[in-house]
Every structure is written in C-alpha cells, then in structure tokens.
C-alpha cells in the first residue's frame, strides 16, 4: 500500500527566504506525482504535475523534482511571499486511472 | 479552463435530515470523479470513486447506504449525506478528471455542520 509523508508539518519563515518542502512515497513504481496549495476553507489549487519519466517541473517561483529510486520529491519555493502562505499538499498516483494518495500537507507561513 | 463547482458552498442542517451537494465540471467531460472528505488540520480521505453511468466505488470504511452517489452525465455528480448526525460534519471536496488527462480538478469544497 502507498503511503506518503510530508516533512515538515508546518514551516514558519520570514518573507524572501528560498525554502524547501519535502514528500516521500513508500513505493517507488508511480505514474505522476502532483503538488497542490490548499488555502483555508478552499479547494486544491494544482502547482505542478511530474510525470515518472521526468525529474523536474518549474512554474515561476516553483520547482518541483522528483526522484523517484528514493521515493522523494521536493517542492522548492524560491524567495517567499506572505501571499505563499497556505497548506501544500504532495500526491501520487500509482498507475493511469487510479486514485491519488495524498500526503498530510505542509502548513508554510510566510511572515511579512 | 478545467473549472469544477460545488453547491452549496455551506450547508448547516439538523441530525436525522439528508443533505445533497452538487460537483460539476463547468467546462469539460468528465468520465471519473472523486469525493473526499477532510477534517480539520487533516489531509484528503478519499471516500469514493464514480464513472458516468455505473455505481460508485466506495473505499472501505465508508457506508455506501449513507453517503449516496450519482454521477448521471459527464458533468454532473452528486453526493448525498442521508440521516446526517453531528460527526458526518465535515469539509467535502469533490474532483473531476477529464477523459485521456492524469490530473485531476478540485472543487472549492462544501462545509457541512450537522446540528
């Protein structure tokens, strides 16, 4: 059975700190890997999709890379915003069509 | 694109009455959609999986009998609490997937307080 952890559970930094967040899976053989925002009381926003045969992802501010032989991936954020601050959540999927396995999210707050 | 809504945003009901809530993909089709449940400070839990067409899939632990789904056409699902107590309070979020796409699209969700 998949299971995905996220280190930390919540991170506090000062605005313009480049951080890292962190997602691990217990087994390796994954389709994709996604990174979503959740903003309190809101939906999922999707920040980046990594498909297995890929190593990274870049979206503005974001980069997301995947290694997927130590069952990691990493959602780098560079020079934070009050604006970043919300739960961020990993989430894998196993094979084409099957469910996502959501990770317990990281709670980031970005400090003016 | 790729918009999914939910209605109603926030429902407040008293115990033993049944609550629907509506996801619908506002600008495509879609084959599969999912309903989670979140409690606070929690991750996702996936309650279920529905197609267009057929009966949904339920994850074990989750009573069929009591949370009832309908997904009759490629836009529209519906999930109904039926006889809601106080501990089916909770943040339901629904997401769609497209037919030949691998991602999936949230809903804002729909925050249930059974009184």
């Known amino acids: 059975k998949q299971e995905v952890t996220q280190i930390p559970a919540a991170l506090s930094v000062p605005e313009g700190e480049n951080l890292v967040l962190n997602c691990s899976f217990t087994?390796?053989?994954?389709?994709?890997l996604q990174w979503f925002r959740q903003d309190p009381g809101k939906g999922l926003t999707s920040l980046l999709l990594?498909?297995?045969?890929?190593r990274e992802q870049t979206s503005g501010r974001l980069n997301a890379s995947l290694d997927k032989s130590s069952g990691r991936s990493t959602l780098y954020i560079a020079a934070s915003q009050p604006g970043d601050s919300a739960t961020y959540l990993c989430?894998?999927?196993?094979?084409?069509?099957?469910?996502?396995?959501f990770g317990e999210g990281t709670q980031l707050t970005v400090n003016p | 694109g790729a918009v999914v809504s939910q209605h109603p945003s926030w429902v407040i009901c008293k115990s033993g009455t049944s609550v629907k809530i509506e996801c619908r993909s506002l600008?495509?089709?879609?084959?599969?959609m999912f309903w989670y449940r979140q409690f606070p400070k929690q991750s996702l839990m996936l309650m279920a999986t529905s197609n267009e067409g057929s009966k949904a899939t339920y994850e074990q632990g989750v009573e069929k009998d009591k949370f009832l789904i309908n997904h009759a056409s490629l836009t529209l699902s519906t999930l109904t609490v039926t006889s809601a107590h106080p501990e089916d309070s909770s943040f339901y979020i629904c997401?769609?997937?497209?037919?030949?796409?691998?991602?999936?699209?949230f809903g804002p969700g729909t925050r249930l307080l059974v009184l």
């Open positions: 990594i498909q297995s045969s890929q």
């Open positions: 600008d495509f089709q879609a084959t599969t």
């Open positions: 997401s769609a997937e497209p037919a030949l796409q691998e991602t999936q699209y």
């Open positions: 989430a894998v999927k196993v094979t084409s069509g099957s469910r996502l396995t």
């Open positions: 087994d390796s053989a994954i389709y994709n």
